[in-house]
Structure formats: C-alpha cells, structure tokens
C-alpha cells in the first residue's frame, strides 16, 4: 500500500484587503477565483478538494498586545456556543511578533503567518449547505478571559487600540 503523494497547496483565494485587529471582532471575505478553482482542482485530478487550508499572512505589530483571537470560518451572526464550536478553525495568537519585527543577526525584519487546516469544518458546514465554494467570510473574533469561579460574568475582553496588529492578507489554498 502507497502512500499518496503530498500535493503542492495552491492559493485559490485572497482577500483584497488588511485588517487590522485592537480587541473588536473583524470579518474578512475571501473571493475564491472560480478559474484557479478548477484549475487547481483539474491539476490534482480530483472534483473535490482533498485539503483546504486558510493562511493569515504578513502579521505585523510594534509590540505582541497579549490577546488571542478565535478564527471562524462563516460564522453566522449572532452564534450561539454550538456555532462558535462548528465553525472555529484555530487562533491567531502574536506570539514571536516582537522576534520578527526585529530579528537577530543579519536576518531581514518579516511579518508573521499562521495556516489552519479547515478541511474538515468545510466539509462539515458543506454537509449542513453553508459552505459556498465561491465565498470564504472569515471571522476574526477576539477571545475573553474566563470568569473566575463563582463569579456571575467573565472580565470584559479586553482592547488594544493602542497596539493593533495588521494582518496583511487572509487567503484559501487547496492541496
């Protein structure tokens, strides 16, 4: 029995826009460009993509602002916690952003990238018809503290206007 050969990720969609985060929820479309679509797809020899990942690329920020983000794939609006749990796909924390801004040694300054494997939350939301193969909303949402035992609510999530953090671009590969 073989194994099956890795196939090179090609990008099939990006966004037109930065973004930049200070502690509110963000959302990002992702076109996805119906030729490198099928292109992509008839390349692989497949109909369907076997793997399908998100990159938020060229993360840039004077300084880490200590926040975590949960990063969503079409989250409706007002999700509950079963929604929160379908669609999520990973979190962006800017943890070495400091490292990147200013490397050591006579390595060149870059912005940061995180990617996340949503095969399986893609084909689980395309099961239940909220996947559109056309159009990936990408939710950026930052994560609160948990409310200490015993308390009625958690501490309010809080912001960083005073240190935001761009995010370059936001796009979907299949591989």
């Keep these: 029995m073989s194994t099956p050969t890795p196939r090179e ?5 990006a966004s037109e826009r930065s973004v930049s985060l200070v502690g509110a929820t963000e959302q990002v479309p992702v076109a996805i460009d119906a030729r490198a679509h099928r292109e992509t797809l008839a390349k692989q ?23 975590v983000y ?20 990973g979190n962006l924390s800017f943890f070495g952003l400091e490292q990147a801004r200013e490397p050591r040694g006579d390595e060149p300054a870059h912005g940061v990238r995180s990617s996340m494997d949503i ?34 609510a958690p501490p309010p999530t809080p912001t960083h206007e005073d240190l935001p953090v761009r995010v370059g671009r936001v796009s979907v590969s299949y591989g």
């Design 119 to 152: 095969t399986d939350v893609a084909q689980n939301l395309k099961a239940h018809g909220e996947w559109d193969a056309e159009h990936v909303r990408v939710t950026l949402r930052p994560l609160g503290l948990l409310a200490p035992e015993g308390a009625d």
């Design 9 to 13: 990720p090609q990008i099939v969609g």
């Design 70 to 89: 949960g990063v969503y794939v079409n989250l409706p609006e007002d999700a509950d916690e079963r929604q929160l749990a379908e669609h999520h796909v």
């Design 45 to 67: 020899g497949v109909s369907e993509p076997q793997r399908i990942a998100l990159h938020l690329e060229d993360i840039e920020a004077k300084e880490n602002p200590g926040s």
